[in-house]
């Protein structure tokens, strides 16, 4: 099975700012794939981008892009001219396609002050 | 329906009582996921429906939780003689098998008084 860490607990950056959410994982499987969700007040998960581990283009999503580095177990999430809205929590999970469930990680709290 | 939907929203009960929690998932996806959050902390995987395959009952932490799910689609979590450390959020999801990620529902708050 996988493991996946996220090493803040709390993050906060100003509106209109850059703020970067570490995540590594652990997986023994060479075809995965690594999501990053996140959770508003409203307890809603929402799907905010998705890497195929066998591309080694980082994927983009209007604002939000990842900085995956397959060698180093590393995948971050670039959150660009930060808005309100964003406040949430943010999970990273990585599923490998080996018939388990989503394995996710504890999650960082995104605080976004004006 | 349009996306996956749990019910109750919240529901409030006694000690020792039995609860049911409703998932109503995407039609089609044939993949259904059960997973509790506590308050403040991460998503804990409790059980995971594949098509007509045996569910994977690992995470369930004690026989007091079981779930079925009918017909491929509708999934009920059942947890018996409630606990105060059952209290939590239960989330639902489905997938279909293209890897795209989980559609999350909004959840049902357990609170065991």
């Known amino acids: 099975a996988q493991t996946v860490t996220q090493s803040q607990p709390e993050m906060s950056v100003q509106e209109a700012e850059t703020v970067t959410l570490s995540c590594t994982y652990d997986t023994s499987e060479s075809d995965y794939y690594l999501f990053w969700y996140k959770q508003p007040p409203s307890r809603q998960m929402i799907l905010v981008i998705r890497q195929e581990a066998y591309k080694q283009q980082n994927a983009t999503e209007n604002r939000f892009s990842v900085n995956f580095q397959k060698a180093a177990k590393s995948f971050s999430l670039k959150i660009s001219d930060s808005q309100l809205g964003d406040a949430a929590m943010y999970f990273c999970?990585?599923?490998?396609?080996?018939?388990?469930?989503?394995?996710f990680g504890k999650g960082t709290s995104l605080l976004v002050t004006p | 329906g349009a996306g996956v939907s749990q019910s109750p929203s919240n529901k409030v009960t006694e000690k020792g009582k039995d609860v049911e929690l409703r998932c109503d998932p995407i039609s089609g996806h044939t993949a259904l996921y059960w997973y509790r959050q506590s308050l403040g902390q991460g998503l804990e995987f409790l059980i995971y429906f594949q098509g007509n395959s045996a569910p994977d009952k690992s995470g369930l932490p004690s026989d007091r939780f079981s779930a079925e799910r009918t017909g491929g689609s509708v999934s009920t979590l059942t947890i018996q003689r409630t606990q105060q450390e059952d209290s939590a959020v239960y989330l639902c999801?489905?997938?279909?098998?293209?890897?795209?990620?989980?559609?999350f529902g909004s959840g049902t708050r357990l609170t065991v008084v």
């Open positions: 999801a489905s997938s279909s098998l293209d890897n795209y990620g989980y559609t």
């Open positions: 999970a990585c599923d490998t396609n080996s018939g388990y469930a989503l394995n």
